[in-house]
């Protein structure tokens, strides 16, 4: 076991799975010599080459449109887009080819492609850095999109990822990539996709989260004289419905918190499926806790998007008085 950062969780994980399968490759803007943005790659160019380590042009849409015909082929590329808000340039790669290569070849192809970034707002970057837009990924059939909140998580899940034959979206969540630190285990070990966690167990109220909200939730129920249980969702998609209905007929309330857009947000989606599939067990309505409807501010007024011990715990406490 080594103690480790999300950042280095990550690196972790591509180490492991270049070295242990060939078809696996690393590519992106300045991936190699440079070790990426924030570093994931730091290391593995020197370690593995530059043709399984590979830098490309400034382009995401070739990127990633490029690693779309190398995987149907059979090759296992990893994209790094430097930051979520450029992943837009690619999305029409994403929905048009790589999300529906099964559907399309039914089922005579797959495209075991990973398109990884770090995402989400908080260190005080510029527009088009510190975006939170998981949900358009949820929304397109044929995306896995997982997103952890530990480097336990990160290790396994991205693992977990790579050797899945479709393509998934990894977003990782830079403000606590160096913030958070756990023991991750040095052997090779993968997390299923599509299974959420209990984090911590309850009987007043559940409370969903993921990614960097994940760690403001957990400060934020210390001290409340009250029993939360903790959800983190892990995968957005496959969503991981049956751990959340068992612990929201167990406790007969919920909270949900992201940093994302409140309007079609993952809390929308858990809301929906606790009404549709457990509304009889519920004591008082869902509160979610979430970003707002307009592009995330700059760094002045990033700290009043972004959702808050403060908020969280008024939720919690609305939820329980409903």
């Not at 999300?6 to 270049?18: C, K, M, P, S, W």
């Not at 490759?25 to 990426?36: F, K, P």
């Not at 380590?53 to 887009?81: F, H, N, R, Y």
Request: proline share 5%; with cysteine; aromatic share 6%.
């Amino acid at each position: 076991m080594t103690v480790m950062t999300i950042l280095q969780a990550v690196t972790a994980a591509l180490d492991q799975e270049l070295k242990r399968d060939k078809a696996v490759l690393v590519m992106g803007e300045d991936v190699g010599r440079n070790g990426g943005v924030f570093r994931a790659t730091d290391g593995l160019w020197k370690k593995y080459g530059g043709k399984r380590v590979v830098d490309t042009p400034l382009c995401e849409s070739g990127i990633v449109a490029t690693a779309i015909g190398m995987a149907v082929v059979g090759l296992k590329p990893v994209c790094e887009i430097q930051f979520s808000g450029f992943i837009y340039d690619a999305f029409e790669h994403l929905a048009s080819h790589a999300a529906r290569v099964r559907h399309r070849s039914m089922g005579a192809f797959s495209c075991p492609l990973v398109v990884r970034s770090p995402y989400g707002g908080g260190i005080r970057a510029l527009e088009h850095h510190s975006e939170s837009m998981e949900s358009i990924y949820v929304h397109t059939p044929g995306l896995k999109v997982v997103i952890p909140s530990t480097p336990y998580d990160a290790k396994g899940l991205l693992a977990a990822a790579i050797r899945d034959p479709d393509p998934v979206v990894f977003l990782e969540p830079k403000r606590i990539y160096r913030s958070v630190k756990q023991e991750v285990p040095d052997d090779d070990f993968v997390l299923p996709l599509g299974k959420a966690k209990v984090v911590q167990s309850g009987s007043q109220v559940t409370v969903v989260s993921y990614g960097a909200t994940m760690k403001t939730v957990r400060e934020a129920v210390i001290g409340l004289d009250v029993s939360c249980e903790l959800i983190d969702l892990r995968t957005l998609w496959p969503l991981d419905e049956a751990t959340l209905l068992d612990s929201v007929r167990k406790t007969g309330r919920c909270v949900v918190v992201h940093e994302a857009a409140r309007t079609l947000g993952m809390g929308a989606e858990v809301v929906a499926v606790i009404n549709e599939k457990a509304i009889y067990d519920l004591e008082s309505p869902v509160v979610r806790v979430t970003g707002y409807d307009t592009p995330i501010p700059y760094y002045q007024l990033e700290n009043n998007y972004i959702p808050s011990k403060e908020r969280i715990k008024d939720a919690v406490n609305r939820v329980l008085k409903g």
